[in-house]
């Protein structure tokens, strides 16, 4: 007996004891549960970590700032033009014509637009009135004299012809009429007559401050004024001061 219950004590001790393995098993469940808890804790601090990382990394974006607005350049205002007294011009010549002939009139010897021309020559003088070139024009804008001489007798059959017969008639207040090759006209009234001779050459000068004209015929002497030739050693002129 004894001998079999020792067995059966030998027996019972190797039976498996369902109590211990229900409890050992539901340990290792819980340690494999806190385990893999464990694992995905450290795996999810991994990955975020990892992110975190990569969000550091990662080059901050860069905010573009808008420029700053610049502030408004006051429109330039102009500047209120200066009262400046105008320059004064200089006063332009007159135009002076191509041709210097000239044209005369005068009513009262009855002569209308005779042809005068530039130049002193006996061959000029016996076909009309002549002006001396070394005198002035009625144009210039100057003290002048526009010295012009004619025969009293002349040649028949051209302008020469009697001429300046009357020119001892004429009187103070008398009109003569120039007009040059642009058409301009210049008039003058009778101021006084003389009697000169060929040496007085002063009387082509321009008197000071006027504009005249003179007209010279030869006479037989100071004083003779109606005896015609043959000598004619004196001068009649007339002279007329312009008015326009």
């Not at 219950?5 to 539901?26: G, H, L, M």
């Not at 991994?46 to 573009?64: F, I, K």
């Not at 642009?182 to 050459?201: C, F, N, S």
Request: aromatic fraction near 6%.
């Amino acid at each position: 007996m004894r001998l079999m219950d020792k067995q059966r004590k030998v027996v019972d001790t190797r039976r498996p004891n369902y109590a211990v393995f229900r409890r050992r098993r539901r340990i290792a469940s819980l340690v494999l549960t806190l385990l893999a808890a464990l694992i995905v804790a450290i795996l999810g601090l991994y990955l975020l970590s990892g992110t975190t990382e990569e969000t550091v990394d990662e080059p901050a974006e860069q905010v573009e700032t808008p420029p700053a607005e610049e502030e408004p350049q006051e429109a330039a205002t102009e500047e209120e033009p200066v009262d400046e007294e105008p320059a004064e011009e200089e006063p332009r010549g007159p135009v002076v014509p191509e041709d210097p002939t000239l044209y005369l009139t005068v009513p009262k010897l009855g002569l209308y637009g005779h042809t005068v021309r530039n130049d002193d020559s006996e061959v000029a003088l016996d076909l009309g009135a002549v002006k001396l070139p070394d005198t002035d024009f009625p144009w210039e804008q100057k003290d002048t004299n526009t010295y012009i001489a004619c025969h009293r007798l002349g040649w028949p059959g051209n302008e020469s012809y009697n001429q300046c017969l009357n020119l001892p008639l004429m009187q103070q207040g008398d009109q003569i009429f120039l007009e040059d090759t642009l058409g301009r006209a210049y008039e003058y009234r009778v101021t006084e007559a003389l009697q000169v001779t060929a040496l007085d050459t002063w009387v082509k000068r321009p008197p000071e401050g006027k504009n005249i004209v003179s007209l010279q015929t030869c006479i037989e002497t100071l004083g003779n004024v109606w005896t015609m030739g043959p000598n004619w050693t004196a001068r009649y002129v007339v002279q007329a001061e312009k008015v326009s």
